[in-house]
Nanobody, 113 residues
Framework: QVQLVESGGGLVQPGGSLRLSCATS????????MGWYRQAPGKLRELVAT????????NYGDSVKGRFTISRDNAKNTVYLEMNSLEPEDTAVYYC??????WGQGTQVTVSS
């Protein structure tokens, strides 16, 4: 069965960095667009970034452009999210997705001093 397992979340100070990973199994990773979304308390789930199967096409949500970088390793069936210059507004549960209809359980990212 399709499995998406996120890791790398945690507590970080404003201005800090984190790297999220999403290890996948149960499907042919290299033929699917993958992505990251996030959901803060009381807010709708929003796009963070998506990456095409070869990594040629990448799309970022407006709020993270220039600070976050999505990447993938098709040999390791894993997608990553490098997050820099983190702000308190980035606090959310971050979800890995096999676009459009499979989701991981999420990993909490908290940005606070």
């Amino acid at each position: 069965q399709v499995q998406l397992v996120e890791s790398g979340g945690g507590l970080v100070q404003p201005g800090g960095s984190l790297r999220l990973s999403c290890a996948t199994s149960g499907f042919t990773f290299s033929i699917y667009t993958m992505g990251w979304y996030r959901q803060a308390p009381g807010k709708l789930r929003e796009l963070v970034a998506t990456i095409s199967k070869t990594g040629s096409y990448i799309n970022y949500g407006d709020s993270v452009k220039g600070r976050f970088t999505i990447s993938r390793d098709n040999a390791k069936n894993t997608v990553y999210l490098e997050m820099n210059s983190l702000e308190p507004e980035d606090t959310a549960v971050y979800y890995c997705t096999r676009v459009p209809n499979y989701w991981g359980q999420g990993t909490q990212v908290t940005v606070s001093s």
